[in-house]
């Protein structure tokens, strides 16, 4: 190297690259001197000269085509290579900047002496300088002082590959980068999830080579910068050490490691000997973002038993509300728990929600795991449904029954109201049902007008061979919600024993026949006993095909509403006025701190259907100015009340016009009999209750029995049954015959007559 540049300097040129003798030096900057001579000549007078166009244009394009590869260099921020290309376009650029000036004097009018001095200035300058001949030893002497940049050099002579555009491409340019990897390929990519990196190949060595030692758990972890523990290397079946199978998934590595935190911790706290449930198994589960679910199976001697508060202490749960339960009430069951109480938040309705589908079902809010919640309206195979809805003040059960009734406008049927409480609780619907009644006659004469209409329908359909109710076909269904019950039946209702048993005489002829004809009844209260309203077996078992929501109250009456209606095994907690954490608040009372409420809970309740109880909430509804104004607007969606047939229509405004005077009357407590003497109307003792069509409270099963056998004759149980309806659509259960004859026996009032035979016990 030290050779050439002096050789070089004492031809007067700079050092040539390596690989040139001084004599080859010599001869490359005389050239390039040359060059510059008659470069610097026909740029003077060549724009002068006659020439084709395009000649003239040649030099203007060169030019520009050495400026824009001047400019690209200025991007890559590589400052030896930026030096190495200005020094070499400086002759190109000037030149052609002289040769385009000499070009653009004629035409800009200016004399043609200054270009051609400029090209003259160039030549003058380029001669002695040989910028190309010394950039070759300007190249040297940084290579010399900066090593990297040779191999900088040699990289860029290699032609650039297009970046890859998949997620396979990435993983092959990754492979063949490592220098771990030898000459191997990753070939037969596949990715497992596009939303995830996991993926499995095959890592194929040249023809008739193995893949190499190197190419192992670490070496492919560090290629793609994941765990060791997320690879997996196993030779492939069929084929010999040329090919190796390697599986990467770190996230399903990260997966395996919840899943079997999860399955120690349900064996080791659930379902092992120590554990709380003994003998619930998980057989499977899934683990999401916000939530886990567990499928569990008791052992075959066992009973599916999943209480919801051992579960949140087994499993760690800061809080019983955050674990979900719902079981078939035999083997199986899922358990889900969630990060934060998925309820908190819910949308309004709509009126799509709220629209009746052929299977009677409309969506009034949604289950604790984001699935719709549906109740029915009615049974396409049952005709009418009973509804219970019971919750405290607050607790959104006002919310339900507007939510309910703007479904039944919106979908077509009649929506008989009363309320109780003077049409307090349901100020919203008053006008916008086909009826409202306000108090507790107006309750009384709401049943009693229900029950002439119903007896209406009974009378056509049986003088045209009817035999069940068809929507539609002629008449509309007829929905009667009796908001307040309790004022009325409740253990402590200030209402006369006459006028009760007249209310709930009513309540046993809609459920025991109106059904049939197209008329369904829906009780709402604070409380409610089933008990209070008559037929508490037939209720019981009617309600079973409706709808029981059961929104906040208090224990006791949960426990006892659940034990008559869930029959699934499912532990049904209180639901407390506010969503919050129990450990918050109890840590909060050992600091001596307050904790603010959080949200409520208003129209969270628990859904009992068919024997089964869900955790759901209402679609939300906001109150302003004192009504819900978005509940008015969907009783709006539908212009029109549905209503009446006109003859229904007379028979219901008569009906309720005398029950609502003969009520109001009795509970008045005056008579119209006048006295002795003629001498007009005076009070006296409270009358009997009101006089209306509707029918006398039915007979109990026993009073039944009794009945069946009051003639003295002796009858077998099948007789028995047969008097009092067993297997009739109404009828009471082969069993409950059974039941009564024996308690009958018990208190001395039948007698077997034999085997399978009773009659009456003879009086003393």
Known sequence: MTTELVAADDAAAPAPDRGLTPRTARRLAIAERVLYGAAG??????????????????????????????????????????????????????????????????????????????????????????????????????????????????????????????????????????????ATELCRIHQYDADRPDFEAVILAPAGQAVPATVNVKSVAAVFDVPPAAVTLQPVDGYGPGRLAVRVAPTMAEDDAKDQGLERLWARRVSGPGGMLPGMEMVDHRIDEDRIRILVEADDDAMIHLPRKKLARALHAEDPELVMVETDGMARGVVTVYREHPLINIREATAEDLTMGPDGLIRIGLRHDGRPFKMALYSPELGGLTDLAVGAMGSGKSVFLLTVLAAERISGVISLVADAQSGMSLPEAKGRVRHFGAGIAALGATLAAACAVADYREQVSSANGWGSFTLGSPWSLVNVTLDEINMVLGEHALVPPEFRKWVTGMIARLQQTGRK???????????????????????????KQGLVWMGRVNSNMTQSMASDMVSDGTEITPIRPFFGNVSDELIAAWDGKETPPGPVTAGMAWGLQGGRAVLMRVFKALKKDKTYPHLISLFETAPA??????????????????????????????????????????????????????????????DQVLDALADGETRRTREIRSEVGVGTPDGPAAGSVDNALSKLAGEGLVVRAGHGSWALAPTP
């Open 517 to 543: 004809f197209g008329f369904g009844i829906r009780f709402a209260g604070q409380s409610i006993h089933v008990t209070d309203l008559g037929d508490a077996e037939k209720i019981r078992a009617n309600a």
């Open 641 to 702: 009340i549905p209503g009446f047939t006109p003859e229904e229509d007379r028979i219901f405004q008569a009906a309720y016009a005398d029950s609502l005077a003969a009520a109001e009357h009795f509970l008045a407590g005056e008579s119209d009999d006048e006295d002795g003497d003629g001498g007009g109307k005076r009070k006296s003792k409270r009358p009997g209750p009101p006089r209306t069509s509707a029918p006398a409270a039915p007979k109990s099963l026993r």
């Open 41 to 182: 000549t026909w740029a003077a007078v060549g724009p002068l000269t006659d020439v084709p166009w395009w000649a003239h244009g040649t030099a203007v394009v060169t030019g520009a085509l050495s400026g824009g590869r001047l400019w690209r260099h200025t991007a890559r921020q590589d400052g030896p290579g930026l030096l190495l290309a200005t020094m070499r376009s400086l002759p190109v650029l000037g030149w052609s900047t002289a040769y385009t000036a000499g070009l653009l004097a004629p035409v800009i009018h200016y004399p043609n002496g200054w270009p051609m001095l400029g090209a003259a200035l160039w030549t003058a300058v380029m001669i002695p300088m040989a910028p190309w001949t010394r950039s070759r030893g300007l190249k040297r002497a940084i290579i010399a002082q900066v090593p990297e940049y040779a191999d900088q050099e040699e990289t860029a002579l290699v032609p650039a590959r297009p970046a890859p555009t998949t997620y396979e491409g990435h993983l092959r340019l990754m492979w063949e980068l490592s220098p771990s990897t030898g």
